[in-house]
C-alpha cells in the first residue's frame, strides 16, 4: 500500500511526523515551522536537524504563496489557540477572512485554494478551544466546523488525555479529524448512527476506545454564515454545547461526554527518568527547599496590585515532590530554568530534589531521547519545546487507525 502525502503545518520541532512516520504508512512531502516573534528559529533549526531541510518552509504561513505548497492526501498540524473570529466579508472571494495573522484562516485558505485540497485533515488544539471564548462559549470551534462543512469536510473529535490510556504523561488535547465529502469515510459518518460513530465505529473510538454510556448527548445545527456565527452563536449562555467528543457533518452536529476505556500497560513518572547520568545544576540546592515549598504549597493570603488594591489570594496545594509511581502532570513552556516555580516538576532522588532534565521532558511527550539537543540551543529552549509539544504516541495511534480505515 502506498504511504499517504502528508502537509505539516505548525510543525514545532517535529511531533507529528514522528507519530506518523513511526506508522510507516505517511510521508511528509511539505512543512512549515515559523515563530513570529523571534529572530533566532529555534524550533525550525531542530526540525531541519532531524528530517533535512528538504520540502521544509521556514516562512511565515500567512505569507506562503498556497501554489508552492504541493498537494498532498492529508494536511495536520497543531494550530495556535487565538481569536478566531470573522473580521470580514470580501465581495466576490469565496467567503470570509478572519482577522490577519490568526492561523486557523491560514488552514482555510489552503484548503479553499488548493483545486485538489487534501482529503484528510488531522488537528490538534488545547481542549478549551471547545469553550471559547468565555463570551460566547463553543463560537470558535462552531466557526471551524462551519468554515470545514462550506469547504465539503465532516469533522469527528475528542479531547484525549495521553495518561487515559497508558502514556507517561496527563496531557489533555483536542484531536479532530476531517473527511471531505469525496471519501468514503465521510460517506461513513453520512450514513451512520451518529451514538455509534462516537461511541464505538468512528477512527477515534477505534484507537483510543471509550465506555458505551454517552453522557449530555446533545444534537443541534449550526446555522448561520460565518459572520452571522461570530457575532450570535450561543450568545448569553454559560456553557459551551460542545463535549469532549462529537462529529459534525452538514452543519449537524452531534456531541456527547465520553470517558475513556482502557485497560492495558501504564508509564510513569519513575520510568522515564534518567538514573545517575543527571548533571549537578538540575539539583535544586537544599537552602532553595523552602521557596519551592512554599510555590507548591496551599495558599491563602491579602496580596496587593500594582495600582495598590488589595485582594484576598487562594490557592490549592500541590504534591511535592512529584508522584512517581503516577503519570506526570502537564509540562508547561515555562519548564525549564533554575528559578523556583509552582509548575516545575520536581522529583525526589537518593541525592535530593531536582528537575526533570531535557530526556527526561523529551520522554514524557514519547520523543526519542535528545531530539532537540542540537548545538546552540539551551536547555530551558529544550524545555519550552516540549512545553508547547503533543504526545507523540496519540498522534501515532490516531494516524495508524485511520490509515486502516482508509484501506479497508
Known amino acids: 500500500m502506498k504511504k499517504l502525502k502528508v502537509i505539516e503545518l505548525f510543525a514545532g520541532v517535529g511531533g507529528f511526523r514522528l507519530g506518523l512516520e513511526h506508522t510507516g504508512n505517511y510521508e511528509v512531502v511539505w512543512s512549515n515551522q515559523w515563530e513570529p516573534s523571534t529572530k533566532v528559529q529555534h524550533a525550525s533549526m531542530v526540525y531541519e536537524a532531524r528530517f533535512g531541510g528538504q520540502n521544509h518552509c521556514n516562512e511565515d504561513i500567512s505569507e506562503v504563496q498556497t501554489k508552492d505548497i504541493p498537494d498532498a492526501d ?47 485533515l488531522f488537528l490538534e488544539n488545547v481542549d478549551r478551544l471547545l469553550k471559547s471564548p468565555s463570551t460566547q462559549r463553543g463560537r470558535d470551534f462552531a466557526l471551524m466546523l462551519k468554515s470545514l462543512d462550506d469547504l465539503g ?18 496531557r489533555r488535547r483536542i484531536f479532530f479529524l476531517g473527511y471531505h465529502k469525496s471519501t468514503p469515510l465521510y460517506k461513513a459518518l453520512k450514513k451512520a448512527d451518529k451514538k455509534d460513530w462516537i461511541a464505538q465505529q468512528g477512527t477515534i473510538a477505534n484507537a483510543f476506545p471509550v465506555q458505551n454510556t454517552l453522557e449530555n448527548y446533545n444534537q443541534f445545527t449550526i446555522k448561520g454564515d460565518l459572520v452571522e456565527i461570530s457575532e450570535t452563536f450561543n450568545q448569553g449562555e454559560k456553557l459551551s454545547p460542545f463535549g469532549n467528543t462529537g462529529a459534525s457533518i452538514n452543519g449537524d452536529v452531534f456531541t456527547a461526554k465520553t470517558h475513556p476505556n482502557y485497560d492495558g500497560p501504564r508509564t510513569v513518572l519513575a520510568d522515564v527518568l534518567q538514573n545517575g547520568e543527571v548533571t549537578e545544576d538540575f539539583y535544586i540546592p537544599s537552602d532553595e527547599y523552602p521557596k519551592w515549598e512554599y510555590l507548591k504549597g496551599a495558599k491563602k493570603e491579602v496580596r496587593t496590585a500594582k495600582n495598590g488594591f488589595e485582594y484576598n489570594y487562594s490557592e490549592g496545594g500541590m504534591i511535592f515532590p512529584d508522584a512517581l509511581d503516577n503519570a506526570s502532570r502537564t509540562i508547561i513552556t515555562g519548564e525549564g530554568g533554575k528559578s523556583p516555580s509552582r509548575f516545575k516538576h520536581v522529583v525526589k532522588t537518593p541525592k535530593g530534589l531536582r528537575r526533570l532534565t531535557p530526556m527526561e521532558l523529551e520522554r514524557l511527550n514519547m520523543f526519542p531521547d535528545n531530539h532537540t539537543q542540537i548545538k546552540g540551543i539551551s536547555d530551558t529552549k529544550r ?9 507523540v504516541g496519540v498522534v501515532e495511534q490516531i494516524g495508524k487507525t485511520l490509515f486502516g480505515k482508509i484501506n479497508i
Open 383 to 391: 524545555a519550552f519545546f516540549m512545553g508547547n509539544a503533543l504526545v
Open 74 to 120: 492529508i494536511l495536520v498540524g497543531g494550530f495556535p489557540c487565538q481569536d478566531y473570529s470573522v473580521a470580514t466579508t470580501l465581495q466576490n472571494s469565496k467567503g470570509l477572512i478572519g482577522k490577519k495573522g490568526v492561523l486557523w484562516w491560514s488552514i482555510h485558505r489552503i484548503l479553499s485554494e488548493k483545486k485538489t485540497p487534501p482529503k484528510y
Open 153 to 170: 469536510y465532516a469533522v469527528e473529535w475528542r479531547v484525549i488525555n495521553a495518561a487515559d490510556y497508558g502514556m507517561p504523561q496527563r
